[in-house]
């Protein structure tokens, strides 16, 4: 029974399945472990007179086995770097008991039901939960897949199951020795009970799970053999690159194409509502005939936007109360009798995303379907606006996902889908849109811009007895998803806000939806936490400057009821030698978190010249992420997140004039080179505490680290992204 016959199986109305017959475990919506199995003699035969050959052996929506023995995982998540390829197959070899070497993946096809992420509710890759969300059901999806095949070799040689082990692949009847293949009872398996509970393997008896694993996905990636959505080619493709309105709304007034088209290997010029693209042989004449035409652009209403009027308009907002995220005791009162008080404003701009792939989707649209070729993270939501541009219905439009070479939540966005799509219908046979980087940078969706005010309250010892925080900015939630967005708020934009690692009798902390007009907003790596950590970890070292304390131990004195988050500060205080003399115009920043459901403590060491240019020297990272699956694959996140942060907390900034983004490319969007990236090093403590987030908690908390350190070097509190700007004046 092939995964897609049981997908027809569960949702079909007409077939009439006893519980004993045919039993689905599932959550519909948290698209949990799906197990579809018959065992009901009418199904059995059909099956049989289906085929002379067994059908593979499928205990659920996750793990194929067929008569060769061949383990196919179907990978309900995308990979994009972060290690998930290799990460996910360990959580199925572990309770499958067979070497990670033995299985293969494949894409999940579009499907909510079976693939949605449980914790998100939907089919997507993102928030640092694939780990997350996979823990129970991949590892209950192997241990049922495990336990079938055992009972059905032991039904076969007449023995106890209990005296029978899975091991390598293969089950083993320990007092006669006898072994069989799981390939050999696979077609057995697949006529056993669906087990109602099978137990899960306990933290000691684990195997793989915890060791480090080498990448499964890397060979192909160094060999050139992986394929990227970028490398979609269908038989008869041809390229197209496009230009968008320049400003966010504006719309195409006129356009002369006659000198694109003139351009040699130029196919046809598309044009929409918002933009032009110019369709060719190859991308080289596909630039040339972009920059031949001649556009003329109607702006719309956001052509006189600029940056300090969307900043001024988040200040005016945090003067008014907003909707209230958390509250502890009484601030009002706390502040009232408060010996100290410290204000402080705190700004952090629009980021792009800058992937280094960029922005590209193969479409074929025909009368009778559509077929598309992209790297997305949101794939059901890729099928959709699919068939609602085109018509189609949703079985109809058919997607295949590949690797991506960078999402940073860029790719849960579906627009470049769209667009692909709309230009598709109008050329005959299949077509590649691929992005410029300039369209890339100048018409991505932005991290939000926020605006943050902040006053807090100590006693005569110098702790807070006060903590207030009220801030304004976009909430991508609202928009993504937005029955999560509730009396104002959503757990995306308050994350690392509220909830502190730190003993604070009285805190409140108030959120204001602000929207720029125009300006789409999306999910960024770290996202909420990004803007945040950065707030709450900066503020924290002011109050312990104000009480003339060290910031390590004045953060430590707050932790007594976080152990776990005191332990990770502890540990990368010790490594980074906090104390120690350094030279001048050197200092160590601190930060902690517990965001991502992960503990982290970070250190910079930073040093800034006579002339204001920062550089991150080293930093020291403590992770306690709970049970780690891969210790390699959290280190490689770490250092990754740490140095996507440096970039942003150095460089990052988009920003508006007369309603266009300024930057266009990495000359005027900074990349950190290989040459400014720091010494990261990354200490994981033990725990057999449930997975927690990896993929964006380093970015989150390396700005504060890196800033903190520029106020111990030079003396001057950075309040407001890019650091850089900032340190030229120290």
């Not at 280190?635 to 990754?640: G, P, W, Y």
């Not at 990495?666 to 950190?672: E, T």
């Amino acid at each position: 029974m092939t995964s897609n016959r049981i997908i027809d199986l569960v949702e079909s109305d007409s077939v009439d399945l006893s519980r004993r017959r045919f039993l689905s475990v599932s959550a519909a919506v948290g698209g949990g472990l799906l197990i579809g199995f018959t065992t009901g003699p009418s199904i059995a035969a059909a099956d049989a007179a289906q085929s002379v050959a067994s059908p593979p052996f499928t205990p659920n929506a996750f793990v194929r086995i067929g008569a060769d023995g061949q383990i196919v995982l179907t990978m309900p998540y995308v990979e994009m770097g972060q290690g998930t390829y290799t990460s996910i197959p360990m959580l199925i070899a572990e309770e499958l008991e067979v070497d990670l070497k033995q299985v293969r993946l494949e894409h999940a096809p579009p499907n909510e039901k079976l693939y949605a992420n449980p914790l998100l509710g939907v089919q997507a890759t993102g928030n640092s939960n694939a780990i997350r969300g996979s823990w129970q059901p991949l590892r209950q999806a192997g241990a049922t897949a495990r336990v079938m095949l055992v009972s059905a070799a032991a039904k076969r040689w007449n023995v106890d199951p209990a005296s029978c082990r899975a091991e390598r692949g293969e089950v083993i009847h320990a007092p006669s020795g006898r072994r069989l293949k799981y390939g050999a009872v696979a077609a057995d398996a697949a006529r056993m009970p669906v087990p109602e509970k099978v137990a899960l393997k306990q933290a000691a008896d684990f195997k793989l799970i915890g060791t480090p694993a080498k990448r499964l996905d890397t060979p192909a990636k160094v060999n050139g053999t992986a394929v990227y959505g970028i490398d979609g080619r269908p038989p008869g493709v041809k390229i197209a690159t496009l230009a968008q309105s320049p400003v966010f709304g504006g719309r195409v007034k006129s356009v002369d194409e006659a000198k694109a088209k003139a351009v040699k290997g130029v196919r046809q010029i598309v044009r929409l509502d918002d933009a032009v693209a110019v369709v060719a042989d190859h991308m080289g004449a596909a630039k040339k005939g972009l920059a031949a035409l001649v556009i003329e652009w109607d702006d719309g209403p956001h052509a006189a936007l600029d940056t300090k009027k969307i900043v001024d308009e988040l200040d005016k907002a945090t003067l008014q109360a907003g909707a209230v995220a958390q509250n502890i005791g009484d601030t009002d009162k706390a502040m009232a009798g408060a010996v100290t008080k410290v204000e402080a404003t705190y700004l952090v701009p629009f980021l792009a995303h800058a992937a280094m792939e960029p922005m590209n989707c193969t479409v074929h649209v025909r009368k009778d379907g559509c077929e598309i070729w992209v790297g997305n993270q949101a794939l059901a939501r890729a099928q959709a606006t699919a068939a609602k541009t085109t018509g189609l219905p949703l079985d109809k439009v058919v997607v295949h996902n590949h690797l991506i070479g960078g999402g940073f939540g860029r790719r849960l966005e579906i627009d470049g889908v769209t667009r692909a799509v709309q230009i598709a219908m109008q050329v005959e046979g299949p077509v590649k849109v691929v992005w410029t980087r300039e369209e890339d940078i100048q018409h991505d969706m932005y991290r939000p811009c926020f605006f943050d005010r902040l006053s807090a309250g100590l006693d005569a010892k110098g702790m807070p007895v006060a903590w207030n925080h009220r801030f304004a900015g976009s909430s991508i939630i609202a928009r993504w998803l937005p029955p999560a967005f509730k009396n104002g708020l959503d757990g995306d934009t308050t994350e690392g806000a509220i909830d502190l690692v730190y003993a604070l009798p009285n805190l409140h902390v108030e959120y204001l939806r602000v929207e720029p007009p125009g300006i789409p907003t999306a999910f960024w790596r770290s996202v909420g936490p990004s803007h945040n950590v950065f707030v709450t970890e900066s503020f924290i070292d002011e109050l312990a400057a104000a009480a003339k304390q060290d910031p390590v131990a004045y953060r430590r004195a707050l932790l007594d009821k976080t152990p776990r988050a005191k332990a990770v500060l502890d540990l990368a205080a010790e490594k980074a030698g906090w104390g120690k003399p350094l030279p001048e115009r050197a200092g160590r920043g601190v930060s902690v978190q517990f965001v991502f459901a992960t503990y982290l403590a970070q250190v910079a060491e930073v040093e800034v010249s006579k002339d204001g240019a920062v550089r991150v020297r080293r930093v020291v990272c403590a992770v306690d992420c709970g049970t780690v699956v891969n210790p390699d694959t959290v280190k490689a996140q770490i250092q990754s997140a740490v140095i996507f942060g440096i970039t942003a907390a150095l460089h990052g900034e988009i920003t508006l004039k007369g309603g266009r983004v300024e930057q266009s490319n990495f000359h005027d969007y900074q990349m950190l080179r290989m040459n400014e990236t720091p010494a990261i090093e990354v200490y994981i403590v033990n725990s057999t505490e449930p997975p927690g987030g990896m993929g964006e908690a380093g970015t989150s908390a390396i700005a504060p680290a890196v800033t903190n350190a520029i106020f111990a070097a030079t003396g001057t509190r950075v309040r407001k992204l890019p650091a850089a700007d900032q340190a030229k004046h120290a």
